[in-house]
């Protein structure tokens, strides 16, 4: 397998939700801390993709923002092509700002409402040649509108003239233009149609070939994480609890959770129904009374299943990652 691009080594973030007036001065707020991302590793290859899943909530973009240095994080390692830069200030961590790139999920939020296609894009080629001359400039425009497969006729127009799926492609053309070698992609096809989310998925796979990207690519879809990702790490709040190769978690899921990411209503159910045990742990989650053992079995069918085996509540026996197959780890005491 090619090199480690990224390794992300037991990142933790918790958040501190405002509670009442004066919660910042009071010592509980320590107990209600929320662990958004609760020891999450895993290791990214040159010219690879690697999904990121999970319901909405269960800390796929703070993990990307943290990769980012977008978000402050609790403990953690962080390492870029073997360098660990986990505590790169600002400053050191400018020249790597043009290499590791993101894409965002609000489409709107990325791009400057005020400026026309044709300045957004040139913005985005100064940022890598502050003194790149206009012909140069031009050229490079073209080019990437050619990468994404855009009209030159767009150059001119407003952010708010382009449909979703256009908006996504000059996103995608901004972050090419500074040539990044590492894009953490949060949710791109969302609020696409599904013929434009397959062209758009089509788009990143044609230019992880073209340049040799590589991609962690986060999305609450299993279907499309599986069709954009070699391997595939499914989240469940804020821990890895399977991650293998992209066909084997598609094809033989072993953790009863991936298992049930399948059925694709979850993400929607999940918003509708407070669902005990997911949304609502949070809300009985005390940072230094963790829940005890995994946290999925109030959802677990196995665990149902089986009568509720004492052991996957108990403090003590907390499920961790366990190699289930090569380059396939599942974190379950009864893995399918
Ligand atoms: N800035 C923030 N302040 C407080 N809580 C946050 C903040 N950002 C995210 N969270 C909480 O952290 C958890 C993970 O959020 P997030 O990483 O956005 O999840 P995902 O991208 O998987 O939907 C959620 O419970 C969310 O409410
Ligand atoms: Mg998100």
Redesign the pocket.
């Known amino acids: 397998m090619s090199q480690p691009i990224l390794e992300v080594i037991e990142l933790r973030k918790n958040?501190?939700?405002r509670r009442g007036l004066f919660s910042s001065l009071s010592k509980e707020k320590n107990a209600r801390s929320?662990p958004?991302?609760d020891g999450v590793s895993f290791t990214l290859h040159e010219n690879e993709t690697l999904g990121l899943v999970?319901?909405?909530?269960?800390?796929?973009?703070?993990?990307?923002?943290a990769i980012l240095k977008l978000?402050s994080m609790n403990s953690g390692e962080i390492r870029y092509r073997g360098t660990d830069i986990t505590a790169y200030t600002p400053e050191q961590f400018r020249p790597l700002r043009r290499d590791i790139q993101m894409i965002f999920q609000d489409l709107d939020a990325a791009l400057n409402p005020k400026m026309r296609i044709a300045d957004i894009l040139r913005e985005a080629i100064h940022v890598r040649e502050a003194d790149a001359d206009a012909v140069t400039v031009q050229r490079q425009i073209y080019d990437l509108l050619d990468l994404v497969n855009l009209k030159k006729n767009k150059l001119s127009n407003y952010p708010s003239e382009l449909s979703g799926g256009e908006k996504r492609r000059i996103g995608i053309a901004r972050v090419l233009a500074v040539r990044p070698k590492l894009i953490v992609a949060?949710e791109p096809t969302s609020a696409l149609d599904v013929s434009i989310q397959a062209q758009v998925i089509n788009l990143l796979r044609d230019l992880q070939d073209q340049f040799g990207l590589s991609f962690l690519f986060?999305s609450?879809d299993l279907q499309l994480v599986e069709l954009m990702s070699h391997r595939v790490a499914v989240?469940y709040l804020?821990q890895i609890v399977e991650m293998g190769p992209a066909k084997e978690i598609a094809n033989s899921p072993r953790h009863p959770y991936t298992s049930i990411l399948w059925s694709s209503i979850v993400e929607k159910r999940s918003r509708e129904i407070p669902v005990t045990g997911s949304a609502s742990a949070?809300g009985v989650f005390d940072f230094e009374r963790p829940l005890g053992g995994c946290r999925f079995a109030p959802r677990c069918p196995v665990y149902a299943e089986r009568g509720r085996p004492s052991i996957c509540t108990d403090p003590a026996n907390s499920p961790t990652l366990k190699v289930a197959s090569e380059g396939h780890v599942v974190s379950c005491h009864f893995p399918l």
Not at 55 to 63: H, I, Q, R
């Open positions: 958040f501190y939700p929320i958004a991302v999970g319901e909405s909530g269960c800390g796929k973009t703070t993990t990307g923002k978000m949060d986060i609450h989240m804020g949070w």
